[in-house]
């Protein structure tokens, strides 16, 4: 008799699904975005501004976050914004923002799509898309992304549990895309004092469930530029195959979550505090620059 491969209780823990079981896949999967590798024994960091504002903002930005140490450039381009009347993003012309500084800098780009009717424009610029916590159970996204031969970053629910999560990795990962990064965000509590609490318990617990490598964004975890360092670390020293930080030239002028983002300086010396992290828990955060894309 066939069984429902979601059904089955792993430990008592949790029901996970098959594709994205550990128990399926025991070796720890390695995402290649456009040659940086996120799963493998280098911390990889993910930085740039929340949203693509101008030309200025996001070349100074990136320029910067690249010096010091970010491998992959993050900046959206299409916005989930909680109301219709705040800045929505630069649409089309922020992916042909992303697109120029991608070449320039060598720097793999990492960027929101939102709709299924504009997965093959998002992925013909970006080189891995990411789907929100606002979309985490988008069924039709999820498969959508799943069928585009690019690495996806999947951030977890703000209601998700980790089951639930694991199951909408699932659906990209049965459309034949294992390319899947998880991300840790936070999720709603009745705490008030952050944006969201950061769940890092989330991070061993999906490290034993999943092969898929699990990152973490304590930008959006926390909402607080003074509390992201010691959430970044944190995650470093709990697993965490890298880290995904809003960073912005001027984030007192920032358009959208000015609040949560690191200015330049702030980013560099957490760079230099994560590394000393990394090589505690027997890891490394690669300075090398990435070859020209
Ligand atoms: C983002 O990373 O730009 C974002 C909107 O994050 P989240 O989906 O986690 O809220
Ligand atoms: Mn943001």
Sequence with gaps: METNPCN??????????????????????????NGVKVGGSEIVIIAGPCAVESHEQLFETARSVKAGGARILRGGAFKPRSSPYN??????????????????TGMPVVTEVMDTRQVELVASYADMIQ?????????????????????????????????EYLMAAEYILTQGNEQVILCERGIRT????????????????LKRLTHLPVI???????????????????????GADGLIMEVHYKPEEAICDGYQSLNLDEFGQLMSDLKKIAVAVGRNISLQKPATV
């Design 8 to 33: 089955k209780p792993i430990n008592g823990e949790s029901s996970i699904p098959s594709r994205v079981s550990r128990k399926t896949k025991p070796d720890d999967t390695i995402v290649n975005v």
């Design 87 to 104: 800045f929505q993003g630069l649409g089309e012309e922020g992916l042909k923002l992303l697109g120029i500084i991608r070449v320039e």
């Design 190 to 205: 009745f705490e008030t004092s952050t944006r969201n609490t950061l769940d890092l318990s989330a991070v061993p617990m």
């Design 131 to 163: 789907i929100g916590s606002r979309n985490m159970q988008n069924y039709p996204l999820l498969k959508e992304a799943g069928l585009c031969r690019k690495p996806v970053l999947l951030k977890r629910g703000m209601m998700a549990t980790i089951e």
């Design 216 to 238: 973490v964004d304590p930008s959006h975890g926390t909402g607080l530029r003074w509390m992201v360092p010691a959430m970044a670390k944190a995650a470093v020293a709990v």
